[in-house]
Structures are given as C-alpha cells and as structure tokens.
C-alpha cells in the first residue's frame, strides 16, 4: 500500500467516525502497518457542558492504526488539548 492510499483512509475514517474534517499531521508506515495522526477541530465539551454559548473549538489530536490492508486497529484521541477561537 502506499502512503497516499493510508492518507485517505484515515481521513475517510475521521469523516465516517467523527463527522468532522481532518487535518493529517502524520502518517507513517509501521511495522505491520501505518500509523497516523489527525487534526480535529471539535465543539468545546468542557463549555458545552457549561451550557454557555461560545465559538471556542478544541483542537484535538487522534492517533489512528491501520493494518497492511487499511483496516482500522484502533484509535485514540491524544492528551493535551489547545483552544482556537
């Protein structure tokens, strides 16, 4: 596989998963597959959970796993969290 193939996979899968656009920061091939890292701006929970009213986004971080064949292994959103406005 190439890169571009695992590229688009995982933006696909941050699109099907998470119903928000990507920005990939990383992909690179692992030992039994690829490795990557997108870019996620997501509606603050912390506000939202305030029930304030505000333009305030979290940029989150999500490392994704895909087999040799593009199957997502897992993923997992990154700790450390920056506001945007």
């Known amino acids: 596989m190439k890169i571009e193939e695992a590229s688009q996979a995982i933006k696909?899968?941050?699109?099907?998963t998470l119903g928000k656009d990507s920005k990939l920061i990383r992909v690179e091939k692992a030992d039994n597959g690829w490795?990557?890292?997108?870019?996620?701006?997501?509606?603050s929970s912390f506000i939202r959970a305030l029930g304030l009213p505000t333009r305030v986004q979290d940029k989150n971080i999500y490392e994704i796993k895909l087999a040799d064949d593009l199957e997502v292994l897992s993923y997992r959103r990154k700790?450390?969290?920056t506001k945007e406005e």
């Open 12 to 16: 696909k899968f941050i699109k099907t």
């Open 79 to 81: 700790e450390g969290i």
């Open 35 to 43: 490795l990557g890292e997108a870019e996620v701006y997501e509606e």
